[in-house]
C-alpha cells in the first residue's frame, strides 16, 4: 500500500505556492515511504470535480493507499459537505489523513475536532473571496465599466476612459443600428407580432450581418434590451414603476446615454420579463432607439399580449382618404396579378358611377402622395420664440422634478409610523405642498403636449423623412393628421389638407 501525496493550485500567482513546492512538503512528510502523487492544476477547492482527485479516490476504493498526505486542508476541499463525505470514504477504507503543515492526526478525537473546525474557516475564506469579487464586479458596473460578455448586435467595442481607468465601451454599428431600428418600428405596431418580423425580414432577405439566424427569441431579446434606448426621464420612471435599483439620479436620464441592466446582488426572479430588484445604470455610450419607441416594445413585451393579427385588413396606407372625384364615394383596393399588383377602384362603380375615369395604380398614387406630403411640409417651416432644443430641456426639467416630488413625498410618508405630533404636522403640510406642485406640473406637461402644434408638425416631419422603416399604422397617422380627402376623377387629383 502506497501513500497518496495530493497538490492542488486554481491559478498561478506570485504570492501561491505552487504544485511542485507543495508536493516536495508532502514527500519529506511520508519519510520516504513509497507514494503516489496527484495534482491538479487550474482547478478550484470549491467542489471535488478534479481528475487528479477522482484518480486519488478510485485507487482509495481498490485499497491501494493508506494514508492521503496534503501541503494544507485547503488544497483538497473547501466544502464542508464535499469534506465530510471523503472523510467518510477514508475512514471506511481505513485511510489516514495527514496535513503537513497544520499537523492533523485524524486517529484521535481532538484531530478530527480540529480538522472539522478547520475546513469550517476554508469554507467561510472561499465565500468571503466570492463576496469580495462580487462585490467588486458591481462596483465597476455602477461606474459603467465595460465587464465583459457577448457584445449586443448594433455595437462594437472601442477603448475609452472612465475615472482614470482604461476600459471599453460600445460604439454603434450603422449597418446592424439601421436593421434594429426597422425591427423596433415594426414591433411597436401592435399589428406586428415577432413571427411577422421574422418573416418580413426573410422575405426581405436582410440578413443578420454576424451570420445567425433570425428568430422570435432573438429578436424578443433585443426588444427587452436597454442597451439602445435614449435613456430619458420616461425611461427612468418605467423602471422605478417595475421596481428596478436604479444606481443614477432621475436629473441624469437626458437622453444622451444608453443602459445597462444587471440582475442585481439579491436574490431575484429568473423571469426574463420580471424587473424587481434588477439594478440600472447608464452606460458610457449613446442609445440610438427613441424612448418612445422602445418603451411601446418593451411594455407589450412585459405585457406578453403579442398581437395574434398576421394580416391587415387594408392594403395601402391611403384607404379611406380616397374618393371617386364624380360620385364622391370610397375608392377601394382591388389585387390583380399583374406586376402592379394593386389599384383602386371606385366602390360605386357599375352600378351608380362609371368609375374615375382612369386606372389608378396603388403603387404609384402612393408615391405621388409621398411627394405631396413632403412638398406641403415644406411650407410650415415655422420660427419660433423659443427654440424646440429649449422647449425640450423645458419639458425634462419638469418631468425630472416631478420624479423627484414623487420621492420626496414617498420618503416623507415612510417615516409616518415613528413620527411625533410635531414631526406628524411637518409631513402632513410637507406633502400637501409638493402634490400640489406635483398636480400643477402634469397640468403643464399635459397642456403643452396637446397644444404643440409646432412639436407635432416636427414629430411629423421626421415620420416623413423616415418614411420606409415607418410602420403601416404610423403611416395611416401621418396621413389622418395631414389630410382630409383625397378626390380622383379623369386623372386629376384634389388634396384637402387639415392643415
Known amino acids: 500500500m502506497y501513500d497518496a501525496l495530493y497538490a492542488r493550485q486554481s491559478i498561478e500567482k506570485k504570492d501561491s505556492i505552487s504544485v ?54 485547503d488544497r483538497i476541499s473547501r466544502s464542508i459537505l464535499d ?11 481505513r485511510v489516514e489523513f495527514v496535513s503537513s503543515t497544520e499537523k492533523f492526526d485524524t486517529s484521535t478525537p481532538i484531530g478530527r475536532a480540529m480538522l472539522n473546525i478547520c475546513i469550517v474557516f476554508a469554507q467561510l475564506e472561499r465565500e468571503t473571496i466570492q463576496k469580495r469579487v462580487t462585490d467588486a464586479y458591481y462596483s ?42 426597422l425591427i423596433y418600428s415594426m414591433y411597436a405596431d401592435t399589428d406586428n407580432s415577432l413571427g411577422d418580423i421574422v418573416r418580413y425580414l426573410n422575405e426581405h432577405r436582410i440578413k443578420n450581418l454576424r451570420g445567425a439566424s433570425w428568430n422570435t427569441a432573438r429578436i424578443s431579446e433585443i426588444l427587452r434590451n436597454p442597451v439602445y434606448v435614449e435613456a430619458d426621464i420616461d425611461v427612468y420612471r418605467f423602471f422605478q414603476s417595475q ?49 418612445k419607441i422602445w418603451l411601446a416594445c418593451r411594455i407589450r413585451c412585459l405585457n406578453n399580449r403579442q398581437s395574434t393579427k398576421t394580416c391587415k385588413p387594408k392594403n395601402s396606407w391611403l384607404v379611406g382618404k380616397v374618393k371617386c372625384g364624380k360620385c364622391g364615394y370610397a375608392l377601394t383596393i382591388r389585387k390583380s396579378k399583374s406586376k402592379w399588383g394593386r389599384y383602386f377602384v371606385c366602390s360605386q362603380a357599375g352600378s351608380n358611377c362609371t368609375g374615375a375615369g382612369c ?20 411650407e410650415f417651416q415655422k420660427l419660433s420664440c423659443i427654440t424646440d432644443a429649449e422647449k425640450g430641456q423645458e419639458n425634462l426639467t419638469k ?12 420618503e ?41 402644434t409646432d412639436g407635432k408638425l416636427k414629430q411629423i416631419t421626421n415620420h416623413v423623412k423616415a418614411w420606409e422603416t415607418l410602420s403601416f399604422k404610423d403611416r395611416q397617422s401621418v396621413v389622418d393628421t395631414l389630410i382630409k380627402v383625397i378626390r380622383i376623377a379623369d386623372g386629376n387629383i384634389e388634396i384637402t389638407w387639415n392643415i
Open 359 to 378: 386606372t389608378i395604380y396603388a403603387d404609384v398614387l402612393e408615391d405621388y402622395m409621398l411627394g405631396a406630403i413632403r412638398e406641403k411640409l415644406s
Open 399 to 410: 418631468k425630472i422634478r416631478l420624479t423627484h416630488i414623487e420621492e420626496e413625498i414617498e
Open 83 to 93: 469534506f465530510a463525505n471523503m472523510m467518510e470514504i477514508f475512514q471506511k477504507h
Open 243 to 291: 421596481g428596478a435599483n436604479i444606481y443614477n439620479s432621475a436629473s441624469d436620464f437626458t437622453g444622451g446615454n444608453a443602459c445597462y441592466l444587471y440582475k442585481g446582488t439579491v436574490s431575484a426572479s429568473r423571469k426574463q420579463n420580471d424587473l424587481a430588484d434588477k439594478e440600472l445604470v447608464l452606460a458610457p455610450h449613446k442609445g440610438f432607439i427613441p424612448s
Open 20 to 73: 511542485e513546492s507543495q508536493l516536495e512538503y508532502c514527500r519529506y512528510e511520508a519519510h520516504g515511504e513509497a507514494c503516489i502523487e496527484y495534482a491538479d492544476r487550474g482547478f478550484s477547492g470549491k467542489d471535488t470535480n478534479r481528475p487528479g482527485f477522482e484518480n486519488m479516490m478510485n485507487d482509495i476504493r481498490a485499497g491501494k493507499i493508506k494514508r492521503v498526505i496534503v501541503y494544507k486542508l
Open 412 to 452: 416623507l410618508l415612510s417615516k409616518m409610523s415613528e413620527a411625533g405630533s410635531a414631526l406628524m404636522k411637518y409631513i402632513d403640510e410637507k406633502v400637501s405642498e409638493l402634490d400640489a406642485e406635483k398636480k400643477a406640473l402634469q397640468e403643464e406637461i399635459i397642456a403643452e403636449a396637446v397644444t404643440d
Open 140 to 181: 465597476r458596473c455602477k461606474r459603467g465599466f465595460y465587464m465583459g460578455g457577448r457584445i449586443p448586435y448594433g455595437y462594437r467595442l472601442t477603448n475609452t476612459v472612465i475615472d482614470n481607468i482604461r476600459t471599453s465601451m460600445y460604439e454603434e454599428v450603422p449597418a446592424e443600428s439601421e436593421q434594429l431600428k
